[in-house]
């Protein structure tokens, strides 16, 4: 079967064709224009979206070589996301099923970070554990199979990697800050500053805490020190980016002592993240794990998983009618 997978939840217009479980393309626009508001504007979003999907669309069917008319569904991220943006990818959807006469396919955004696993080879095994980290989601989910997943655990406050970003402007870096740090992270020392680490019961989280603390600590030095943050970027970087990546794997071995689940994924944004890929590896060494990491490309916002995830529910036959509406807050 041809799937054609539409991802449009945030501020990536992302298409994917996935043949019989194999993708063969995946298209990705990015939406440079949030960079100078130092966050994704909403209404921006969508309008990018709507310029940018007809042309995705096209070069990911030619990319992978077939014709519009060997499409068999339309799978298409119904939510969690930004309203506006899910309108433009959920609409552009269901009028090419309608179009086509083909079956539309609704997916979970965040089942869909987890499928992503799905897309290569080494596939985890299931029930597995996945640490989804994202731009508006940290969770801990206990995969049964394709599309019965438990949650066990997330964030009460801030996402990780919400938490990556909004440190990131304390450091008076660009957005998404994400990535810098990271690349800031490789060069400091991850133990200069001591940040504090928040007790939080059972396997959830919190990040605001550690925002104030950073917040506090970087207006503090400025006032003996105008140059602090310059002359301090790498430590700073490294000593946040120890901070975050221990508060998530803390919880993260926590929740494979009380299930007793070897085999753990990481999934979403974050995972792309140099500290938090070899603290894994470490770990799982360690605890005799089998890790499970995503090639950079399926870990931020992708299509592919959209896709792959749109192929699962095909097999299974699980279509949505026409009056399927995009839901910004969503349910696993
Ligand atoms: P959600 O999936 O919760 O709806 P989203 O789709 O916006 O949110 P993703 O695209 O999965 O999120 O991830 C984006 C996040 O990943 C951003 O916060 C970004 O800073 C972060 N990120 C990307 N690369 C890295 C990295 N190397 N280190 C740390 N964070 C990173
Ligand atoms: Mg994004
Ligand atoms: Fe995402």
Redesign the pocket.
Known sequence: AIILGIES????TSASICIDGEIKSNIIASQAIHAKYGG?VPELASRAHQQNIIPTVDQAIAEAKISKKDIDAVAFTRG??LLGSLLVGTSFSKSFALAMGIPLIEVN??QA?ILAHFIEEPKPQFPFLCL??????TQIVLVKNYFEMELLGETLDD????A??KT?KILNLP?????L???HAKLGNPKAFKLPEPQIPELNFSFSGLKTAILYLVRDELKENPNFLQERMDDLCASV?DR?VTILLNKLKKAAKQTGVKDIAI??????????RSSLLAMGEKYNWNVFIPKFEF???NAAMIAIAGYHKFLAKDFVGQDVTPMARMEM
């Open positions: 939840s945030c501020d990536e994704v969690p996301g955004h965040m970070h989804t980290v994202s731009g508006g989601h996402a990780a990697g919400e990556f970003d990131a957005y998404p800050g994400g990535p740090i990271d690349k980016q975050i999934a979403g944004g974050v995972s792309a993240n140099s500290g938090l870990c931020t916002d």
